[in-house]
């Protein structure tokens, strides 16, 4: 039985990752932003919505900027993934030169009850486009292999989700099936932790939840994370309670919510494009076997399509 102390990707013990690229400095700030204390926000906002002027600026010019201290952004930097504040600096260059450059474009503006059509679709296919980017640049692939390789040699595969989370996990779990894993997709919090009670050593749980704190999803996490299962999870909150008992945490980007387009939307779009990844992964690592189970299911298709 494991003890219940994990943090995020406590399952492994790779290298400290490389400070993140340029691009993924803005989906940093969104997902990291709720759990900062407020003198850390301010810094993180200002290095997200002016990186060409903070980039200009020393430590000391941004600190006075924000009104915080220069520790609060040689603190800011560090959780952003950066190792001090020179390398913020350079990232945010980069960051300025992306946008100057029209490859890293200002994000839109939110959607008005009296755009026209048009422009919701426009906007909408903006602001996924960003989500899907955000996420990719994000995503850690160290993590995201030892999910992928404990999956592949999984006798059992369990995936908790509610809601529209509860949706993502229905797919994971089909596609699994797909290429002859045993996986199941529970979003009924009692039948997922009887179910959790009778995995072991050698099964995988995975639990998506955007906000990494939906307790239904959390506890048969817990309960499989406590009974030796290996376990991931898929969130936009990498330092939210979900981390607590798991072995892998992929994390999803924070996209911008509004009132007419709900987190639920912005998260089910990240989430979907994390499942894809770790699913691909896993057909690869099993090819031998998964090649031919997926042209069996194509296969099983079509003749019912012909019938």
Do not use: W
């Not at 932790?193 to 639990?207: C, E, F, K, P, S």
């Not at 030796?228 to 911008?256: C, E, M, N």
């Amino acid at each position: 039985m494991k003890e219940t102390f994990a943090t995020s990707g406590a399952g492994t013990q790779a290298a400290a990752p490389a400070p993140p690229a340029p691009a993924a400095l803005a989906a940093k700030v969104r997902t990291l932003g709720p759990s900062m204390t407020r003198s850390m926000q301010r810094v993180a906002e200002a290095v997200a919505g002016d990186p060409a002027g903070c980039a200009a600026l020393t430590v000391t010019g941004l600190a006075e900027l924000t009104g915080t201290s220069e520790a609060t952004v040689v603190r800011t930097a560090r959780l952003l993934g950066y190792p001090g504040y020179r390398d913020l600096r350079l990232a945010l260059a980069g960051l300025a030169a992306q946008q100057q450059s029209g490859r890293a474009p200002a994000i839109t503006t939110d959607i008005a009850v009296d755009d026209p059509i048009a422009d919701v679709v426009a906007k909408l296919a903006y602001d996924e486009q960003q989500t899907l980017a955000d996420t990719a640049a994000g995503l850690d692939t160290v993590q995201l292999g030892a999910a992928v390789s404990a999956a592949a040699g999984a006798r059992r595969i369990d995936v908790y989700g509610v809601g529209a989370s509860g949706l993502v996990a229905q797919d994971l779990a089909q596609k699994l099936l797909r290429i002859g894993l045993i996986a199941h997709a529970h979003g009924d919090p009692h039948l997922a932790v009887t179910n959790a009670v009778q995995l072991r050593g050698g099964d995988v749980a995975i639990a998506i939840t955007h906000s990494g704190s939906t307790g239904d999803v959390i506890e048969p996490l817990r309960v499989a994370f406590e009974h030796g299962a290996t376990t991931v999870a898929i969130t936009g909150r990498p330092d939210g309670p979900v981390a607590q008992y798991a072995d892998h945490v992929l994390t999803t980007s924070v996209a911008r919510e509004s009132e007419l387009r709900p987190a639920a939307m912005s998260s089910r779009t990240s989430q979907l494009l994390v499942v894809d990844c770790l699913f691909v992964g896993v057909a690869q690592r099993t090819y031998e076997s998964a090649g031919p189970a997926l042209a069996a299911s194509y296969e099983a298709l079509a003749h019912r399509h012909r019938r």
